[in-house]
């Protein structure tokens, strides 16, 4: 597609529940972002791929929270045991190389636990 | 890890008029890009201007510039003719050229622009 596509737009889900939240980057970009931003507040940085390897995932909060991208393109953020503190929109991101060129943004998808 | 601040949560401009929102961050490195992202109320960020910090010039991009100044590790934005659709978020953001690629980002200046 032309740009980042998330999927879904908006997430409803029950405490305890188990969440996948879908990001398709452009074409040919080597390099993806998770990030989740809480309400005012800037992006925080989750896990950053580079092809098919999670390059850094300090940013995860912990052991609940897992992303894969088996084949370096789709990738999937999983959230186990979903709690109300996990509400938040999640950004998905992706960038070729070098290094300085931008990230590209989808909409985010926006999760409400209940 | 490196620390990005913008020290104004909300701006307003008057129409046409020119606003400037400031942004410092915290880094003991000497190569690094930044960023200015604009995040209207659809959620999408969108690239507004980018600076290489080896660069002297400052960046930019048709209404946007910025004043970089590297020693004061300052990173302000500048928004001439503002117009009704500049109204958004707008976050600055780091990025390191060295090791680790992901992007750092205040917390964002909510800017309003009066008709």
């Known amino acids: 597609g032309a740009g980042v596509s998330q999927t879904p737009s908006n997430k409803v889900t029950e405490k305890g529940k188990y969440v996948e939240l879908r990001c398709d980057p452009i074409s040919g970009h080597t390099a993806l972002y998770w990030y989740r931003q809480s309400l005012g507040q800037g992006p925080e940085f989750l896990i950053y791929f580079q092809g098919t390897g999670a390059a850094d995932d300090s940013g995860l909060p912990n052991d609940r929270f897992f992303a894969v991208r088996p084949e370096g393109s789709v990738s999937t953020l999983k959230i186990q045991r979903t709690e109300r503190g996990d509400s938040a929109v999640y950004l998905c991101a992706s960038s070729s190389n070098p290094v300085n060129t931008e990230a590209f943004f989808g909409q985010g998808t926006r999760l409400t636990v209940v | 890890a490196q620390t990005v601040t913008q020290s104004q949560p909300e701006m307003s401009v008057q129409e046409a008029e020119t606003v400037t929102l400031s942004c410092t961050y915290d880094?003991?490195?000497?190569?690094?890009?930044l960023f200015w992202y604009k995040q209207p109320p659809s959620r999408q960020m969108i690239l507004v201007i980018r600076?290489?910090?080896?660069?002297?010039q400052n960046a930019t991009e048709n209404r946007f510039s910025v004043n970089f100044q590297k020693a004061a590790k300052s990173f302000s934005l500048k928004i001439s003719d503002s117009q009704l659709g500049d109204a958004a978020m707008y976050f600055c953001a780091y990025r390191s050229a060295g090791t680790g690629n992901q992007f750092y980002f205040g917390t964002g200046t909510s800017l309003t622009v009066i008709p």
């Open positions: 600076q290489e910090a080896y660069k002297q």
């Open positions: 880094t003991s490195e000497s190569d690094y890009y």
